[in-house]
């Protein structure tokens, strides 16, 4: 699976705001003020004078007109050389003054020398608390504009603050309707920052219409903007988050070395030509969200896989898997899944296996950079065919066969139908740890535990699997994806197969008596590129090596592979 949640708190950020409000652009202050943002919000809270009334004014009212014109760089000189004494007005200009420069510790600072001197109000609690909201301390910035709500400072500039402390605070119904109300109250001046973050509120409380309508206004009413560009990043996260309708088809030819999983000095049957082969492989991917309440989703997905070999005709395979899942999102940090799946798999045309499985997820995001999943599951393998009962011996391996016509005979009570029926069920858990390493460099690692109960003694076992990997962003939109999977397999009895070379016609042959044990690994080498959004390219190695202490089962295989890819509708970042 894609990263969906690591996507989508990049465009959001861990306090609540996005890159573009923290780095593209100082302080949300300083924003506002900008020339491709609202006028400044300050000018709300002052009155108006005359071109004739400020003409004649004196050097505080001059001050005073400066800053309610927005030309805080020509007031803050003043400001700052002559100490405002008991002048509440002054105090207050200096904290806006501050504030709207992108300094906001001495904005705080002159908020609290007129608190010391007993000058409150309202308006002072305002610029105090957008002082600590651009220092990060929400805390003390929502008590402080508490304050200014009860005063009724400013209502629009402070409603936005008040929702931008909320939804950094994890109350993202409060900061909806607080966004949603300044607004209302003055667009012209709280646009397009309290729409970009009624979208982030929206979403978090799963109003993924409500949150698409608001960023998209943000694209059509401010084009070419920071805001716009950081809109669509937060649509298209969401769109990954949680998909629309979406199909994947990938079309490609493979050449495979071992496509008979041919063991060490296996003799292959006379009817098989060989062990290697040249197919074509293809996938079909569909699947939609179906619903969605508040933190809660459900969607689900239908893959089609198949191959087509080119001389190895009956290992031609087909297998579609149904899989519906239910997620719960706790913040913008932490998901839980819960899914179901179901298969069919055919062999030849044979039916070949029945699967159903059940699975749970918890996925936190650390940080931009860092989220771990813990994952377990639970499933079920009904396989559609049985292995032939090889007829029992004298006893002895070696000695000659009861009956002559048998090619080979096994150790007497070895019932191989029964000892080697697959069937059972199994369980799983297993955590994955995925972290960023720099610009266009991501890895991860895992551990996993897999427990197989089978009907028959041959496949029941025990196994540790680790994984590694990593993927690297390379020149000319080329990526490479490197990854290893190690898995240490114990088998809970002895192997009914015997070893190949202990195989003489009309004799009977003997068995280990040591328990089963495989260890399996296999690295993966994938380098792709993206050809515009919809379709992609990719040249793929695959090595599996299997050393067990029985020869059936002990074996080596390549695949080399090359595949395209198209994509139609929303991109699949929400399936499992």
Request: glycine share 10%; hydrophobic share 40%.
């Amino acid at each position: 699976m894609s990263r969906p949640w690591i996507e989508l708190r990049t465009a959001i950020g861990p306090d609540g705001r996005s890159p573009a409000a923290r780095h593209l652009h100082a302080p949300l202050v300083a924003l506002i003020l900008a020339r491709h943002l609202p006028t400044p919000l300050v000018a709300l809270v002052l009155v108006s004078a005359s071109a004739q009334a400020i003409a004649a004014a004196t050097d505080r009212d001059r001050v005073l007109a400066w800053v309610a014109e927005g030309r805080c760089e020509s007031a803050l000189p003043d400001l700052r050389s002559s100490p405002p004494g008991t002048d509440l007005e002054l105090w207050w200009a200096r904290a806006v003054c501050e504030n709207a420069t992108g300094n906001p510790m001495p904005a705080l600072e002159a908020a609290r020398a007129a608190s010391a001197l007993g000058l409150e109000s309202a308006e002072l609690a305002l610029q105090e608390g957008i002082a600590q909201f651009q220092l990060g301390d929400l805390a003390a910035a929502d008590a402080a504009l508490a304050i200014a709500a009860r005063g009724d400072a400013s209502p629009p500039e402070r409603l936005l603050y008040q929702g931008l402390v909320a939804l950094g605070l994890r109350r993202p119904a409060e900061a909806s309707r607080a966004f949603d109300a300044a607004r209302k109250l003055d667009p012209i001046h709280v646009e397009p920052v309290a729409s970009f973050y009624a979208g982030h509120a929206q979403a978090e409380l799963g109003q993924l219409a409500e949150a698409r309508i608001a960023l998209e206004r943000v694209q059509q009413e401010w084009p070419d903007t920071p805001w716009a560009e950081q809109a669509g990043q937060t649509l298209a996260a969401l769109d990954a988050e949680h998909p629309g309708p979406w199909l994947l088809l990938e079309l490609g030819g493979e050449y495979d070395d071992n496509a008979v999983l041919r063991g060490a000095g296996v003799r292959l049957p006379e009817e098989i030509q060989g062990q290697q082969d040249t197919r074509f492989s293809w996938r079909a991917q569909a699947g939609a969200d179906f619903w969605s309440e508040g933190p809660w989703s459900l969607a689900g997905m239908l893959d089609v896989n198949g191959q087509l070999h080119d001389e190895l005709n009956e290992f031609d395979t087909a297998e579609p898997l149904l899989t519906l899942w239910l997620d719960r999102s706790f913040g913008t940090d932490t998901l839980a899944r819960f899914e179901l799946s179901t298969s069919y798999a055919w062999v030849d045309g044979d039916p070949f296996r029945t699967a159903h499985a059940a699975g749970f997820t918890l996925h936190h995001a650390w940080s931009e950079r860092a989220a771990t999943s813990l994952r377990m599951g639970i499933h079920l393998d009904d396989y559609r065919f049985s292995d032939d009962d090889v007829a029992d011996g004298p006893g002895h391996p070696g000695t000659a066969c009861l009956d002559p016509g048998d090619i080979v005979c096994s150790p007497r009570g070895i019932d191989e139908s029964r000892d080697r029926n697959r069937d059972g069920q199994g369980s799983w858990i297993g955590v994955i740890h995925e972290f960023s390493l720099g610009e266009g460099i991501s890895a991860w690692g895992g551990y996993r535990f897999h427990r197989y109960s089978a009907r028959g003694q041959e496949y029941s076992f025990d196994s540790h699997g680790w994984e590694l990997g990593a993927r690297v962003a390379l020149p000319a939109r080329f990526d490479l994806e490197a990854s290893g999977h190690y898995a240490f397999r114990e088998f809970r009895h002895p192997s009914t197969f015997p070893e190949p070379d202990s195989l003489i016609a009309g004799l009977q042959y003997g068995l280990s008596r040591s328990d089963h044990s495989e260890r399996l690994l296999q690295t993966r080498l994938v380098l792709g590129r993206a050809l515009g959004q919809r379709v992609r390219i990719e040249a793929r190695w695959i090595h599996q090596r299997v050393r067990s202490n029985v020869s059936v089962f002990d074996y080596r295989r390549d695949q080399f592979g090359g595949f395209v890819i198209l994509a139609l509708g929303s991109i699949a970042g929400g399936a499992p």
